[in-house]
Each structure stands twice: as C-alpha cells, then as structure tokens.
C-alpha cells in the first residue's frame, strides 16, 4: 500500500505558466515533506521542504503548500522554465526520519515545460 | 569527496550471475541508504546504515541481496544470482546525520539482467 502518492504521472505546461504537482499522503505520522527533482542519468537532487508546522515554504519560484487535514501537499512553479522539465519526487519521513530512518517516496511525476 | 559517487554505472549481466554495486558517500555523512528505481516506479527504499548502528535491513526484497559498510564510509551493495527483476537503478544516499531530513542522490548504477 502506498503511503505517498502522485496520482499524475505526468504534466505538461507552457513556458511562463504555473506547474502544480500535487502529492497525497496516508500516514498521519509523516511531520516532515520534501520535493526532489531528477534529471535523466542523473541521482535526484532535493528542491525544496516544508515540516509539518508550516502550510506554506517558499524558495524563489517554487512554493509547497502543505493541507495537513487533506495529507495533501503540492509544489508550485511559477514562472515555469524549460530548464524545469524533469521528474518530480515526492518524499515524506516521521520525527528524526521516520522510525526507519528513511525517506518514503511517490511514484513521481515527470513535468514537460514546453517553450 | 564532495558528493555521492557510484560505480559502475552501467551493469549489464547475465541471469544467474552475481553483481556488486559501490557507493562511496560525502566526507562525514554518517547515514547511508540504497534505495532502487525499476521502471515506471518510485524510490523503493532497501537498506539502511546509521553509524556504528545494526543496519535496517527491511526493504530488501530478498535474501539474495545484501549489503555491507566498511569502516563507517563505502558501502557494497551485492545481489546474488541476479534475476530479470532485478534490473533497476540503484540509487545510494547519504546525509550528515539522523536529525537531517535531507538525503544526497548518486547518480545511481544502472543494471540491466539479460
């Protein structure tokens, strides 16, 4: 059973447009999300996060919005670039990291910005 | 080094045979993980090293796979008898310690199993 999921396996927008990728979660416990971002033949590389205190972190043109009454979180991208195209990774772990340590990850979800 | 290094990063092998996979974390990073991508999938976490610590070993997906980290630095991800499930990217990653959030990707081991 899944417990993130990015039901959208893939968005295309037009340069200068807003990209919104949208991530729901399962686990009440997860306090702590995160957005990867991975180019092809290459490791994923973090972008952004946002803890469970917050609704809203932002870092020059991305945004995410955490809904945690909806376990509902998203990334926004505003301008979107071509330079942006690549897959997206949702990531979420418990206090400390989640009682494994790790990171559990969604399916992501692989954005096209079209010039 | 300054970041996560893997080799190789193309494997091809035969069904049957075995393979090894190398990570070699960030200077200091006390945490390392191996997580792998097959096709059309997520990040499936695999294996789990924190220091000194016994590692969490419950992602993986059989016996056939094993992992060591010598020294507190690189770590050898080896996969016995490979089949053709198996074949996927391995990713490795580190960070400085359990209280940081953030992992650091490899570019990963891309093995194919013919």
């Known amino acids: 059973d899944q417990q993130v999921k990015q039901n959208s396996p893939s968005l295309s927008v037009q340069e200068g447009r807003i990209s919104i990728l949208n991530c729901d979660y399962t686990n009440s416990m997860f306090d702590y999300f995160l957005w990867y971002k991975k180019y092809p033949a290459e490791g994923p590389t973090f972008l952004i996060s946002i803890s469970s205190i917050k609704d809203k972190n932002e870092d020059g043109r991305f945004t995410v919005f955490l809904n945690k009454s909806a376990k509902h979180l998203s990334l926004h991208i505003v301008p979107s670039q071509p330079g942006d195209s690549a897959v997206y990774f949702c990531?979420?772990?418990?206090?400390?990291?989640?009682?494994?340590?790790?990171?559990?990850f969604g399916k992501g979800t692989k954005l096209s910005v079209k010039p | 080094g300054a970041g996560v290094s893997q080799s190789p990063s193309n494997k091809v092998t035969e069904k049957g045979k075995d393979v090894e996979l190398r990570c070699d974390p960030i200077s200091g990073h006390t945490a390392l993980y191996w997580y792998r991508q097959s096709l059309g999938q997520g990040l499936e976490f695999l294996i789990y090293?924190?220091?000194?610590?016994?590692?969490?070993k419950s992602g993986l997906p059989s016996d056939r796979f094993s992992a060591e980290r010598t020294g507190g630095s690189v770590s050898t991800l080896t996969i016995q008898r490979t089949q053709q499930e198996d074949s996927a990217v391995y990713l490795c990653a580190s960070r400085l310690h359990s209280g940081a959030n953030v992992l650091t990707f490899g570019a990963g081991s891309r093995l194919t199993v013919l």
């Open positions: 090293f924190q220091g000194n610590s016994a590692p969490d």
């Open positions: 990531a979420a772990s418990g206090v400390g990291g989640g009682s494994q340590g790790n990171l559990i």
